[in-house]
């Protein structure tokens, strides 16, 4: 299957600062990147859906000026927690699909735990 | 709306042992569902799909029959091994709502020697 990668695996910051999380897929085009937040015990979540070159689309109770996704290549997606705070810590984890990629079928990357001190 | 709801774990098990994970799901006509397994340290991965109703996923020894009747997609294995461990989700795709997937909240497996 297709590869995908999540920079970083594992931060910590400070209550009140942005944190940045890459989403990259390795060997295709990813047209649709989707971003979820999974709690302990908890399944994963959908945040949000983006593909490639246009605004994400947000499910609905997420903030997007909070959560700020960027989709502006084939390999890459950036998701930003701005101004982070305790309740933001969790594990996101990212998904593409797309050409090349088995058409509908996500590919998951290994997930980044954020948390906020 | 869309739901997924699997057995809670840990389930523990001894290497050999026949393996049931429970599923069912609530959805408005006719969802696609799959299992995803996700090994320590790893993203989840497709385990099997199953597309309509009847059809049966099987992959590396693991199957699920997609049973519309009691809207289940149960994941099985006839004899598990150690290298199973891990965490397996259930998840839906609703038929015509994009890429959308919907998880169940995940059943750890811890296989012993």
């Known amino acids: 299957g297709a590869v995908v990668s999540q920079h970083p695996s594992r931060v910590i910051c400070k209550s009140g600062t942005s944190v940045k999380i890459e989403c990259r897929s390795l060997?295709?085009?990813?047209?649709?990147m989707f971003w979820y937040r999974q709690f302990p015990k908890q399944s994963l979540m959908l945040m949000a859906t983006?593909?490639?070159?246009?605004?994400?689309?947000?499910e609905q109770g997420v903030e997007k000026d909070k959560f700020l996704i960027n989709h502006a290549s084939l390999t890459l997606s950036t998701l930003t927690v701005t101004s982070a705070h305790p309740e933001d810590s969790s594990f996101y984890i990212c998904?593409?699909?797309?050409?090349?990629?088995?058409?509908?079928?996500?590919?998951f990357g290994p997930g980044t735990r954020l948390l906020v001190l | 709306g869309d739901s997924v709801t699997q057995m809670e774990g840990p389930v523990t098990l001894s290497e050999e042992a026949f393996l049931t994970i429970n599923c069912t799901y609530t959805?408005?006509?006719?969802?696609?569902l799959f299992w995803y397994v996700q090994y320590p340290g790893e993203g989840l991965q497709l385990l099997l799909k199953?597309?309509?109703?009847?059809d049966k996923g099987s992959n590396k020894g693991f199957e699920a029959t997609y049973r519309k009747e009691t809207t289940s997609f149960h994941l099985e294995k006839g004899s598990v091994q150690v290298s199973d461990s891990a965490v397996y989700f259930c998840?839906?795709?609703?038929?015509?709502?994009?890429?959308?997937?919907?998880f169940g909240t995940g059943t750890q497996l811890k296989v012993e020697l």
């Open positions: 998840a839906l795709r609703k038929t015509g709502g994009g890429n959308k997937l919907t």
């Open positions: 983006s593909n490639e070159g246009s605004k994400a689309t947000y």
């Open positions: 199953a597309t309509k109703a009847d």
């Open positions: 959805a408005t006509g006719y969802p696609s």
């Open positions: 998904s593409t699909s797309g050409q090349g990629a088995g058409g509908e079928t996500q590919y």
């Open positions: 060997d295709f085009q990813a047209t649709t």
